[in-house]
């Protein structure tokens, strides 16, 4: 049996490395801004070499950023066990999201070389460079560039929200000249991610650790309504052709639709434009984003193919005309179930509370889990908040993410 780490020492060493990493992008309000290739995100990617190097790995970049810290195996033809996350933030993001996978891996790693020595098989610790789509339209960069999903031919029309362009922003950070390994990768085993949950499934239920079954898949839509623009003192309401109303309808056919389907479907309209969006004059044009997941690409495609079905006939009767533009459409990714039951055997053997789960939001595990056995392992989060400086999740929990990850990490590598 694998002698367990202090777990006093191993909750200061956790919560002092988050509130490290923190300090590279964070700000007065308690929130983290780390965009891909920006400064803060320069400074971090550095910090955690030279963290990687301290620990005895061997620390390399390859042409994209994604940050790896190697301990070699004792058999040359084993393949790489690799575990990390996310480094890059939502702006004004929490100190967790991300961090906390590549924090714990590299203690989890730390552990397992100062006690046990070199592994059969190598490990890896990435530090994936990015994951949020925060500063440009593209996410999973990161990871869709290690399984050859992604490449530069996708980014060379992209700019972000200051009309810098992608590759310039790459160059400017020293990446994309070929400098470094190209980024896909062939020799890896499998891919192990320790995650917040972002959610309050695993707090509202007393669960200590969320063992992944599948990431959702989701479709997303901009549906425009159209009608036409009139006086809104003069023109009675039976004359009007307001797409404003129409939008009101659909958006309530939707999320009724969505609260009575009881698989577990969510349903979300966050975004809305209204034009000309003017008090005193009634709406000629609206659109509005939908965003539908669930673990069961029929289920999206039957609950879209229902709604859309009634949306011709709701603007039909207010006199207007809708059109539904789908500009996402991702399958749900199954985790590894060999991966996940190892995981779970350590837990019962340990005692540990946990519950088996589907992902609502995506992680990089969904795109490595259609390219390698994968796991994805949550810890909870405090009221499920996050992509805010109040994203908390406690010492006990993390340093117990940390324990397993050990655990998994040496049934695996050992």
């Known amino acids: 049996m694998i002698e367990q780490p202090n777990p006093s020492a191993l909750s200061e060493q956790v919560e002092n490395m988050i509130e490290w990493l923190a300090s590279h992008g964070g700000d007065e309000s308690g929130g983290v801004t780390r965009l891909l290739y920006d400064p803060a995100w320069i400074a971090a990617q550095r910090a955690i070499k030279e963290k990687m190097e301290k620990i005895r790995l061997s620390a390399r970049y390859d042409d994209v950023g994604n940050l790896f810290g190697r301990v070699a195996g004792r058999d040359p033809e084993a393949r790489v066990i690799l575990t990390g996350s996310h480094i890059d933030t939502v702006k004004g993001g929490g100190k967790y999201d991300g961090a906390y996978g590549i924090v714990a891996a590299l203690i989890a790693v730390e552990y397992l070389l100062t006690h046990y020595g070199l592994p059969l098989k190598p490990i890896e610790v990435v530090s994936l ?242 390219y390698c056995p994968t796991a994805l392992l949550f810890v909870p989060s405090r009221g499920g908040i996050s992509h805010s400086p109040e994203e908390f999740t406690n010492t006990e929990d993390l340093q117990r993410g940390v324990r397993l990850l050990i655990d998994l990490l040496y049934k695996l590598a050992y």
Not at 269 to 284: C, E, F, L, T
Not at 322 to 341: F, G, I, N, T, Y
Not at 353 to 368: I, L, P, R
Request: aromatic share 8%; with cysteine; net charge negative.
């Open 129 to 370: 460079c990015e994951e949020e789509g925060s500063r440009f339209p593209m996410t999973y960069w990161g990871s869709g560039n290690i399984t050859g999903v992604k490449s530069r031919k996708k980014v060379r029309d992209i700019k972000d929200a200051n009309a810098v362009p992608f590759e310039q922003a790459m160059r400017d950070a020293g990446f994309g000249f070929g400098q470094h390994p190209q980024p896909e990768r062939r020799d890896l085993e499998c891919f192990i991610e320790l995650h917040i949950e972002q959610g309050q499934v695993l707090e509202r239920e007393g669960k200590s650790i969320g063992v992944v079954s599948h990431i959702v898949g989701q479709r997303r839509y901009d549906i425009t309504v159209r009608g036409e623009s009139n006086h809104a003192g003069t023109t009675p309401m039976h004359w009007r052709h307001d797409a404003m109303f129409t939008a009101a309808e659909l958006i309530r056919l939707l999320t009724h639709r969505a609260k009575a389907d009881e698989s577990g479907l969510v349903a979300t309209v966050g975004r809305m434009d209204v034009k000309p969006n003017v008090g005193n004059v009634i709406a000629r044009e609206v659109t509005f984003s939908l965003d539908v997941r669930h673990s069961d690409a029929e289920r999206i495609r039957l609950f879209c193919e229902e709604c859309f079905g009634e949306f011709d006939k709701i603007a039909a009767e207010h006199g207007t005309d809708v059109v539904c533009r789908k500009w996402m459409d991702e399958s749900p990714v199954a985790m590894d179930s060999v991966l996940s039951a190892t995981a779970e055997d350590i837990l019962k053997q340990k005692g540990i509370s946990y519950k088996t789960m589907t992902s609502g939001a995506g992680h990089d595990s969904q795109v490595f889990g259609i």
